[in-house]
């Protein structure tokens, strides 16, 4: 169902999670729960995997996440703090120990010279530690491309957390 390559990172993903007894969260946007897919298409993922949200619209990204619509008004969805505020709220509306967040734009509209199709800014929360951000610009090669390029950079960075 996957490429290869996002297989192969589930799998090690859900392996090491399982060695340091973590439950792993997810909460995408641009991705539209294709994370969670990846991590789930892989036997044993029940180990691990906590859940998933899927948070399209500022409004589920503050009613499920608590993110704050001042916040989504003042830097837009696609931004940094919104992203870390997502990581953050899915790990406190879960029983997880490890939450990505991915928020972008996929394409092929809803870009704009700022945040052209192609940007995405991913964030990890893990109990007692800081939020790590990361901002992406993937070439734009189509939305596929952008959404597939977002979830095998999430589970590298699950991946790196969990270590």
């Known amino acids: 169902m996957f490429p290869l390559e996002i297989e192969t990172l589930a799998r090690l993903l859900i392996d ?14 641009c991705t539209g729960g294709l994370a969670a897919g990846a991590i789930c298409a892989i036997s044993g ?3 691990v995997f906590e859940r998933g949200f899927v948070t ?20 837009g969805a696609v931004s940094e703090p919104v992203a870390r505020m997502m990581a953050e709220g899915a790990l406190a509306a879960s029983h997880g120990h490890v939450a990505v967040a991915i928020t972008g734009v996929a394409g092929p509209g809803g870009g704009s ?10 964030a990890i929360a893990r109990a007692n530690r800081s939020v790590v951000h990361r901002h992406e610009r993937f070439d734009d090669e189509g939305r596929a491309a952008v959404q597939l390029a977002a979830v095998r950079v999430a589970l590298e960075m ?5 270590a």
């Open 56 to 75: 399209y619209t500022n409004r589920a990204k503050s009613e499920m996440l608590g993110v704050p619509g001042d916040l989504i008004a003042d830097h």
């Open 158 to 162: 699950l991946r790196e957390a969990v």
């Open 16 to 29: 090491e999670a399982r060695e340091k007894s973590l439950r792993l969260v997810t909460a995408e946007s």
């Open 113 to 122: 010279p700022l945040k052209p199709v192609g940007t995405v800014h991913f």
């Open 45 to 47: 993922a029940s180990d």
